[in-house]
C-alpha cells in the first residue's frame, strides 16, 4: 500500500464521506431539535493520560460551523467562552454581545446554559464545599449563569455536579453536603424568577445531570434515579422548576439500561434536556458519538421517546475521537452524529407503525383466555404458553428493522 501524502489526505476524507452518501441537508437536520455544545466542538482530544491533539477553536467557528452543517442549537458553559477571571465583568458583556452577534449570523438559537463547577481548583471540594465561601461563590457563578443565559435566549440550564463527592472516606459529611447543594440550586432558581419577571420570559427549566463515576471517586448523586429522589427531598424550594438531563452513556456506565432510566423519569414528568452519545457498561466517560456502540439499544431508547412524545432537546454531549483532526470534527464527527441521530429518530417512527410488531404487542396486552379460577396457575400458565414467543419475535423484528431487513434486504449464499 502507498502511503497517503499529507496534503491529500483532506480530500481522501472529504469524498470517502460523499461516497458514504445517505447525508441529510443541512435544512433536515435544522428540523430537529439537536443541540450542539460548545465543549463538544472545541475539545482538544486531551484528558488526564492524554495530550491535546487538535487545535483550539472558538465559539464564533464552533457556532458557523454548526449553522452550516445545519445543528441549529448550541450551548456552553459559562467558561467555555468567558474567562472565570472575566465571570461578572465588564469583559462577560462584550463577550456575550459577541456571541448574540455570532448565533444570529449563522441562524444558530442557545438552547441551554450551564456552569462549571468542576474543573477550576475553587471547586476541589465541590460548589457545596464546607467553606461558607466557595459555596457563596459557586451560587454567584449558578446565578450568573442564569442571567446569560436569559440574555442568550436559552430556555435551560443544566447542572452537572461531578465534583460533588469525595476520593477518601469519612470526612465529607454526606446529607449536609446535599443541603448545601441544595441551597446553591435554590439560589439559581430564585434568581431565575426575579429576571424572567424582569425580562417577561418564562423561567428556565433547570436540568439535573447525573454521573456514576469521574472525577470523583464516590459521588453523591450517582444516578438519574438518585437525583429524582434528591428533587423530590424537600430540600429544594422550587422542585417544579427542577427536572432532569440524563446522558446515555451516564446510565450505561454503572450497568442501568438507559433506557428504563428514561422511562423512571418520564413517570416522574422529568425529562426534560437529554444527552446524547454512546459507550460501554462499566468503563470509563467515553463519550463515544450517538449510534457507534449500541445502534439497536439506541432506536429503542427512541421508540419509547416517540412514543411519549418527548419533545425536548437532544444535546450532542460527546467527544470527537482525539484520532479526528480540526478538520474531521466538522466534516465528518458531527454530520455523522447528527445523521445516525435522524435516521434512529425515523426508524423509531417505523418500529411504531410497524404492523407486525403492533399486532404482537396487542396480542400480549389481550393476553390468552381467562382461566375461571384466579388461582388456577396452571390454566393460566397454560392459556399464555404461545404468546410470550412474541417477546423473542418483536425483538427479532426489531434488528430487521434496524437493518433494513422489513424493507427486503436479505442475504444469500
Ligand atoms: C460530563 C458531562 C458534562 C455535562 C456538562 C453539562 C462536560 O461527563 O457530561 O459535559 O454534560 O457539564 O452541564
Ligand atoms: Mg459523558
Ligand atoms: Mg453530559
Known amino acids: 500500500m502507498k502511503p497517503v501524502p499529507i496534503k491529500e489526505q483532506k480530500s481522501l476524507v472529504n469524498r470517502l464521506m460523499d461516497a458514504c452518501g445517505g447525508a441529510y441537508s443541512p435544512e433536515t437536520r435544522r428540523k430537529y ?7 463538544a466542538a472545541a475539545y482538544e482530544g486531551h484528558a488526564l493520560f492524554h495530550a491535546p491533539t487538535r487545535k483550539t477553536v472558538g465559539f464564533e467557528e464552533v457556532i458557523r460551523q454548526y449553522g452550516e452543517i445545519g445543528i441549529g442549537h448550541w450551548c456552553t458553559h459559562d467558561t467555555d467562552v468567558i474567562p472565570a477571571a472575566a465571570i461578572g ?4 458583556d462584550k463577550i456575550v454581545t459577541r456571541i448574540q452577534k455570532a448565533l444570529k449570523k449563522n441562524d444558530v438559537a442557545c438552547s441551554m446554559v450551564t456552569t462549571e463547577t468542576f474543573h477550576h481548583a475553587v471547586f476541589a471540594a465541590s460548589p457545596a464545599a464546607e467553606s461558607p465561601q466557595v459555596r457563596e461563590y459557586a451560587a454567584t457563578r449558578l446565578c450568573n449563569t442564569v442571567n446569560i443565559g436569559h ?15 469525595y476520593f477518601v472516606q469519612g470526612a465529607v459529611e454526606e446529607t449536609q453536603t446535599l443541603k448545601w447543594y441544595a441551597e446553591g440550586l435554590n439560589a439559581a432558581c430564585e434568581e431565575d424568577i426575579k429576571v424572567a419577571a424582569a425580562m417577561g420570559r418564562p423561567t428556565l427549566k433547570h436540568c439535573m445531570e447525573a454521573k456514576p463515576f469521574e472525577p470523583q471517586a464516590e459521588i453523591l448523586l450517582p444516578t438519574s434515579d438518585a437525583m429524582l429522589g434528591f428533587i423530590s427531598s424537600g430540600l429544594l424550594t422550587h422542585p417544579e422548576m427542577v427536572g432532569l438531563n440524563p446522558e446515555y452513556l451516564h446510565e450505561l456506565m454503572w450497568g442501568a439500561a438507559p433506557r428504563a432510566a428514561l422511562a423512571r423519569a418520564l413517570l416522574c414528568g422529568k425529562l426534560w434536556h437529554f444527552d446524547i452519545n454512546d459507550g460501554y457498561r462499566l468503563k470509563h466517560d467515553v463519550d463515544i458519538a450517538v449510534g457507534l456502540v449500541n445502534p439497536l439499544d439506541w432506536l429503542n431508547v427512541l421508540v419509547l421517546l416517540r412514543s411519549h412524545g418527548y419533545n ?7 467527544k470527537p475521537p482525539r484520532t479526528t483532526s480540526n478538520h474531521g470534527v466538522f466534516k465528518v464527527s458531527f454530520p455523522t452524529a447528527v445523521d445516525r441521530f435522524i435516521t434512529l429518530w425515523e426508524m423509531a417512527g417505523d418500529v411504531l407503525s410497524d404492523p407486525i410488531i403492533n399486532e404482537a404487542t396487542d ?3 389481550a393476553g390468552g383466555p381467562r382461566a375461571k379460577d384466579v388461582h388456577d396457575v396452571e390454566a393460566i400458565t397454560k392459556n399464555h404458553a404461545e404468546l410470550l414467543t412474541l417477546h423473542e419475535l418483536i425483538a427479532h423484528r426489531l434488528v430487521q428493522i434496524l437493518i433494513g431487513a422489513h424493507r427486503g434486504r436479505h442475504y444469500a449464499l
Open 33 to 39: 431539535f439537536i443541540t450542539g455544545p460548545q465543549w
Open 312 to 318: 425536548g432537546p437532544f444535546n450532542l454531549d460527546y
Open 363 to 365: 396480542a400480549l396486552k
Open 151 to 165: 440574555q442568550l435566549g436559552a430556555s435551560y440550564a443544566v447542572y452537572w455536579p461531578g465534583s460533588l463527592g
Open 89 to 92: 465583568t465588564a469583559e462577560q
